[in-house]
């Protein structure tokens, strides 16, 4: 089977990716800390922005039925104006009273709302500035790391071109099976069969299995779905 050879490079290089990813990640103290900050202040901005988002549609619906209120309010003072007989004047002053009342009770939380959206317009103002300037220290110590690290950075890239050319020769359907595999078993997508077992689950295999292993170069294991070969014979 000539897909095992490029399936078991692949899985050496996805190795090589994750211990120069985890070196290239291991940052400094300094870096670290900076780092941990920058994660802390975008959490900060979204749940900001996800708030400011919500407020204002609320201030909008808000301020329509207050509009509203104010439009009766007028309207009763008008009714008040105009009225002639003392117990129309009396049942007007009453109106009067209550569309006030309603006023107040959608004024106030709109007024209550919209000093939470100037609060919140000022800190994301604030947080971007310092999301600024903690990114910018970041960066300079970022460039001095990654200059220490020119080899990691460099067999990245020719990691990456090689699994580039590796994935072009497998099939789509072998190679979506294989990542998923990966992901599923640490990285361990392929391995060999030794004293008849699954070197990922340690399981051992029944004999037309085995059989079928030397027939066709490579089988999936019946437990764990890694993909099995058998090694050379040593
Ligand atoms: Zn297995």
């Not at 749940?47 to 808000?62: D, H, I, P, Q, W």
């Not at 970041?138 to 050319?165: K, M, P």
């Not at 992901?183 to 059989?211: H, Y």
Request: aromatic share 2%; with cysteine.
């Amino acid at each position: 089977m000539h897909t095992l050879p490029a399936l078991l490079e692949l899985q050496g290089i996805h190795e090589n990716l994750r211990i120069i990813q985890r070196d290239l990640t291991a940052f400094p103290p300094d870096m670290s800390k900076l780092d941990t900050e920058l994660k802390g202040i975008l959490k900060r901005q979204e749940s900001a922005a996800k708030e400011l988002g919500e407020a204002r549609t609320k201030v909008g619906l808000m301020a329509a039925d207050l509009k509203l209120a104010q439009r009766l309010e007028e309207h009763a003072k008008a009714a008040v104006k105009q009225s002639t007989h003392k117990t129309q004047y009396t049942a007007a002053i009453r109106e009067l009273d209550e569309r006030e009342r309603q006023k107040t009770m959608v004024a106030r939380p709109l007024k209550d709302l919209e000093t939470r959206i100037s609060a919140l317009e000022k800190e994301t103002t604030e947080l971007e500035a310092k999301r600024a300037q903690v990114q910018t220290q970041f960066d300079e110590l970022h460039q001095i790391f990654i200059a220490e690290h020119e080899n990691q950075v460099a067999a990245r890239g020719v990691n990456q071109t090689r699994r580039l050319e590796l994935e072009a020769q497998l099939e789509p359907a072998t190679l979506t099976r294989f990542n998923k595999l990966l992901q599923q078993r640490q990285g361990r997508a392929v391995v060999a069969v030794e004293n008849s077992t699954c070197g990922g689950c340690r399981t051992k295999l029944r004999i037309p299995l085995l059989a079928e292993l030397r027939e066709k170069g490579t089988i999936p294991c019946e437990f764990c779905q890694r993909i099995l070969f058998l090694p050379p014979k040593s």
